[in-house]
Nanobody, 121 residues
């Protein structure tokens, strides 16, 4: 069992930056691929970024070049650095863990509670 706690959301102006973090419980964090998803009001949850157990990363086209995912296995934490934020990035952001390879669909085993990111224009 893995518990995930998302943090770091907030209100920021367009062009600004935020760093989200996701702390995982348990001693097997390094065995999981990790993903960040987001869900805006009235929209489906969508993939943002993923990082494999070995550190390889994958991004949605909408965030490439602006967002960076990373992980610190010693701290059981995954991060999402978000730069050049746009109003369309406004959503609740969720981290997720999967005991297999990164996937862009929502078939992950564990989910965080979500953290709100609001970007004002």
């Amino acid at each position: 069992q893995v518990q995930l706690v998302d943090a770091g959301g907030g209100l920021v102006q367009a062009g600004g930056s935020l760093r989200l973090s996701c702390a995982a419980s348990g001693r097997t964090f390094s065995r999981y691929a990790m993903g960040w998803f987001r869900q805006a009001p009235g929209k489906e949850r969508e993939f943002v970024a993923g990082i494999s157990r070995s550190g390889g990363s994958t991004y949605a086209d909408s965030v490439k070049g602006r967002f960076t995912i990373s992980r610190d296995n010693a701290k059981n934490t995954v991060y999402l650095q978000m730069n050049s934020l746009k109003p369309e990035d406004t959503a609740v952001y969720y981290c997720a863990a999967r005991g297999n390879a990164v996937t862009t669909n929502t078939k992950y085993d564990y989910w965080g509670q979500g953290t709100q990111v609001t970007v004002s224009s």
